[in-house]
T-cell receptor, first 110, second 116 residues
Framework: DAGITQSPRHKVTETGTPVTLRCHQT?????MYWYRQDPGHGLRLIHY???????DKGEVSDGYSVSRSKTEDFLLTLESATSSQTSVYFC?????????FGPGTRLLVL | GESVGLHLPTLSVQEGDNSIINCAYS??????FIWYKQESGKGPQFIID?????DKRQGQRVTVLLNKTVKHLSLQIAATQPGDSAVYFC???????????????FGTGTRLQVTL
């Protein structure tokens, strides 16, 4: 599992509420990624980080923000959750060109 | 349950048979490819990778074949076991090898069902 944990693993929330998902890694990897996974789509990149305080947008970044204040933690925030953000969220780290994934967070927005 | 795989193509094989899972990739400039396995309720797990300067790479019970002419990748699993039941998808590096622009593009996957 490349030393990656995600929390919470499951969450149910209501439309309009803020939600923060946490990705924690223990192996000092520079690159970290947030993806969402939905039926009919491959994994889609939301945001990524290439160092502390260094982040950039992916292909589906609208409605999401991220922060990385220390190497081991990469946070994904839904400022005001919508039903379209119901999904499974995966964090990944990168070594070389290969990415390794965490166990995922299932988010249901009612 | 696993909602991600509702609309996936499914390959059903008998235990002990060989499985072949295919993937068509999009970018002729891609030079690095990965196969992942995803079991229900879990994160994708790295299986094997291959670079574009190779046609074939073998691992333990798995072989990846790359045909750059037709932009096709396949994963062969020998002597398929019940524990191989999962969704398999390919990924390609559509950008530079290194740096911030190095990113993976993922396929939607194939569900492998192993029957006893």
């Amino acid at each position: 599992d490349a030393g990656i944990t995600q929390s919470p693993r499951h969450k149910v929330t209501e439309t309009g509420t803020p939600v923060t998902l946490r990705c924690h890694q223990t192996e000092n990897h520079r690159y970290m990624y947030w993806y969402r996974q939905d039926p009919g789509h491959g994994l889609r990149l939301i945001h990524y980080s290439y160092g502390v305080k260094d982040t950039d947008k992916g292909e589906v970044s609208d409605g999401y923000s991220v922060s990385r204040s220390k190497t081991e933690d990469f946070l994904l925030t839904l400022e005001s959750a919508t039903s379209s953000q119901t999904s499974v969220y995966f964090c990944a780290i990168r070594t070389g060109e290969t990415q390794y994934f965490g166990p995922g967070t299932r988010l249901l927005v009612l | 349950g696993e909602s991600v795989g509702l609309h996936l193509p499914t390959l059903s094989v008998q235990e002990g048979d060989n499985s072949i899972i295919n993937c068509a990739y999009s970018n002729s400039a891609s030079d690095y490819f990965i196969w992942y396995k995803q079991e229900s309720g879990k994160g994708p797990q790295f299986i094997i990778d291959i670079r574009s300067n190779m046609d074939k790479r073998q691992g333990q019970r798995v072989t990846v074949l790359l045909n750059k002419t037709v932009k096709h990748l396949s994963l062969q699993i020998a002597a398929t076991q019940p524990g191989d039941s999962a969704v398999y998808f390919c990924a390609e590096n559509t950008g530079p090898k290194t740096g911030t622009a190095s990113k993976l593009t993922f396929g939607t996957g194939t569900r492998l069902q192993v029957t006893l």
